[in-house]
Each structure stands twice: as C-alpha cells, then as structure tokens.
Nanobody, 123 residues
Framework: QVQLVESGGGLVQAGGSLRLSCAAS????????MAWFRQAPGKEREFVAR????????YYADSVRGRFTISRDNVKNSAYLQMNSLKPEDAAVYYC????????????????WGQGTQVTVSS
C-alpha cells in the first residue's frame, strides 16, 4: 500500500508561486493515477488536478487551469503541483491522492491520501 507525504506549502503573497511535492513510498506510483485536492476551512475537499500513469492525460479544475501545473516523475516516485499566480482564494490545505483505477473529481473514490500541506496566500 502506498504512503504519500506532501511538502512545499507555506505563506506566499498574492501573485506568487509555490511548488508542492508528493513523495510516495511503499509502492511504485507508476501504477497509480495521482491527483491533488484542497480543502479550505468550512468547505468540502475540492478537486484541483489529476494526472494519469503516463502523464498523457491531465485534467484541471476550471478554477486553476492556466495557473497550476500537475506533473509526476515515476522514477523519483513523486508527483508535483506547480502553482503560479496564486490568489487568496487558493489558500487551503492541499492533499495528494492516489488511486489505481479512478481518475475523476470525487475525492471519496481515491484510496490513498497524504496528510496535507498548508498553503496560505496573503492579499
């Protein structure tokens, strides 16, 4: 069973950038669809982006398309989320998720989760 650990969160000014990393252990992420979700206080966990095994199929939420980039390095057993032009509304705890077969937007369908990393955006 794969374990996921996120890193790279922090405080950034609006318009700034952050790069989140998701390091996997206990399994090869090349077997998994990888996704990023986020959850702001009082809100449901929200889909951000997902990437398939080969990186040939990538999908973004409308709210981040054009600003965020999801990627993966199966050799390094890691996935990434490059976040540019950050807005205050992007502030949330960001979670990395993995699943062997599901590639949709519904967070409950993903089997494996990291502990999350906090992103704070000051205006």
């Amino acid at each position: 069973q794969v374990q996921l650990v996120e890193s790279g969160g922090g405080l950034v000014q609006a318009g700034g950038s952050l790069r989140l990393s998701c390091a996997a252990s206990g399994g090869a992420i090349g077997l998994y669809i990888m996704a990023w979700f986020r959850q702001a206080p009082g809100k449901e966990r929200e889909f951000v982006a997902r990437i398939n095994w080969s990186s040939k199929s990538i999908y973004y939420a409308d709210s981040v398309r054009g600003r965020f980039t999801i990627s993966r390095d199966n050799v390094k057993n890691s996935a990434y989320l490059q976040m540019n032009s950050l807005k205050p509304e992007d502030a949330a705890v960001y979670y990395c998720a993995a699943d062997r077969t599901y590639s949709g937007r519904y967070f409950r369908e993903y089997d494996y989760w990291g502990q999350g990393t906090q992103v704070t955006v000051s205006s």
